[in-house]
T-cell receptor
Framework: AQSVAQPEDQVNVAEGNPLTVKCTYS??????LFWYVQYPNRGLQFLLK??????LVKGSYGFEAEFNKSQTSFHLKKPSALVSDSALYFC????????????FGTGTRLQVFP | EAGVAQSPRYKIIEKRQSVAFWCNPI?????LYWYQQILGQGPKLLIQ????????DSQLPKDRFSAERLKGVDSTLKIQPAKLEDSAVYLC???????????FGSGTRLTVV
């Protein structure tokens, strides 16, 4: 069965510092991986996805993610955090069965301090 | 393009009452999903439609939840009767190309008291 794990419930970082939000995956076959962000009282907003190709994927709002097949990881990164990046971040994997639904991790709350 | 529209944004009901949520996907998107997001958890799929047919409803509590997608466009999700544990955000999403792009609505926050 496809799954993703987000080992950190919360990540704290100072504004201007680099940030990393961790995600590991378990899939059979090639993984299709996604990152979404959720602001308070809002739906999920797409940040980026990995389907195939370069291991470094660039997305919205300056975020990027590095696909690492040997470590089965897909960590979200940003070189310089902003206070406005504070939100809930979800990693997800596409189910390769005929349903193609997204399977989400439990989420990581990012808190960026001024 | 217009996004996925959901209504209402918020709903408070008493347990054992019924409630319905509405979703209008992006025009032309054949696939529609309903997810349930309980506080502190990631979204979980309740039901997936391809046009007006059900693809996956394995996680839908069918004794109290029902959903339909008339004419392959709008969809409604109903809960009858509601329980306290149904308190959650209900997210609707749509996709044009299965598995490659998903757009989510703002969700409906349901509180059952």
């Amino acid at each position: 069965a496809q799954s993703v794990a987000q080992p950190e419930d919360q990540v704290n970082v100072a504004e201007g510092n680099p940030l990393t939000v961790k995600c590991t995956y378990s899939v059979s076959g090639n993984p299709y991986l996604f990152w979404y962000v959720q602001y308070p009282n809002r739906g999920l907003q797409f940040l980026l996805k990995y389907i195939t190709g370069d291991n470094l994927v660039k997305g919205s709002y300056g975020f990027e993610a590095e696909f690492n097949k040997s470590q089965t990881s897909f960590h979200l990164k940003k070189p310089s955090a902003l206070v406005s990046d504070s939100a809930l971040y979800f990693c997800a994997v596409r189910d390769i069965s005929n349903t193609d639904k997204l399977i989400f991790g439990t989420g990581t709350r990012l808190q960026v301090f001024p | 393009e217009a996004g996925v529209a959901q209504s209402p944004r918020y709903k408070i009901i008493e347990k054992r009452q019924s409630v319905a949520f509405w979703c209008n996907p992006i025009s032309g998107h054949a696939t529609l999903y309903w997810y349930q997001q309980i506080l502190g958890q990631g979204p979980k799929l309740l039901i997936q439609f391809q046009n007006n047919g059900v693809v996956d409803d394995s996680q839908l509590p069918k004794d109290r939840f029902s959903a339909e997608r008339l004419k392959g466009v709008d969809s409604t999700l109903k809960i009858q009767p509601a329980k306290l544990e149904d308190s959650a955000v209900y997210l609707c999403a749509s996709s044009q190309d299965r598995g490659y792009g998903y757009t989510f609505g703002s969700g409906t926050r349901l509180t059952v008291v």
